[in-house]
């Protein structure tokens, strides 16, 4: 479980609609808005270099400073370039220590599953879950351990062990999250290779019409 976070600094915005948001950029910062129920939003800036660097620590929570005391904050949504992918702006807001929130978290898979080792293919279905939690508890992610499915078994949302009571998983319980599919076997292989010989098999003149095409499909399924 994470523990502490990523320190991320930003600043109070003073220009403002259009005009401000391209004169922030043009001096290295990255526009944005600081959202909190119940309180008037705040326009900042951050450092893009800052950003960047926070975005690749792989956390979800951030800690910031205003007015001398710590805050946390997650990252609502970053609008992007449409060409460069440059990030143009990133709305951010802030949860409190004391309040469980709402935040989608990415699954991990463990384990050597049973299934696999005979042959068979894992599939994941769900990359993420959403969760309900205090910002101290959120996960970096949610470990899945698939340790002992079989072939033709899968494992739903509603099966996943928590090791922390004050973490719930508000996902549909019914969805799935894993299966361990069956090996295709050596017959089905050896039908598709068959079928795929047949097709080419068929000469199709250089100029035809869909009619011909038919014809000529037709005509090799009844030799």
Do not use: W
């Not at 119940?38 to 929570?61: D, P, T, Y």
């Not at 384990?111 to 894992?122: A, K, M, T």
């Amino acid at each position: 479980m994470a523990t502490s976070y990523y320190k991320l600094s930003i600043e109070t915005r003073v220009e403002t609609k259009s005009r401000g948001s391209r004169l922030v950029r043009k001096n290295g910062f990255v526009p944005g808005v600081l959202y909190y129920g119940g309180e008037e939003n705040e326009n900042i800036s951050i450092e893009k270099s800052v950003l960047s660097r926070a975005i690749q620590s792989g956390q979800r929570i951030f800690e910031i400073t205003r007015g001398g005391d710590s805050q946390y904050t997650m990252i609502k949504e970053m609008q992007y370039h449409p060409v460069t992918d440059e990030i143009m702006h990133i709305d951010l807001m802030r949860v409190r220590r004391s309040e469980k929130m709402t935040i989608s978290v990415p699954i991990h898979i463990s384990g050597d599953s049973i299934g696999v080792r005979e042959g068979g293919i894992l599939s994941q279905a769900l990359p993420q879950v959403e969760i309900s939690c205090y910002p101290t508890d959120v996960p970096e992610n949610i470990v899945v351990n698939v340790a002992d499915l079989e072939v033709n078994q899968s494992m739903s949302v509603g099966e996943i062990k928590l090791d922390n009571d004050d973490i719930e998983i508000i996902s549909d319980p019914s969805l799935n999250v894993v299966s361990i599919n069956p090996p295709v076997s050596e017959e089905q292989t050896i039908d598709e290779e068959a079928g795929s010989e047949d097709l080419n098999e068929i000469e199709i003149p250089n100029k035809c019409s869909l009619n011909d095409l038919k014809n000529a499909i037709l005509k090799k399924k009844l030799c």
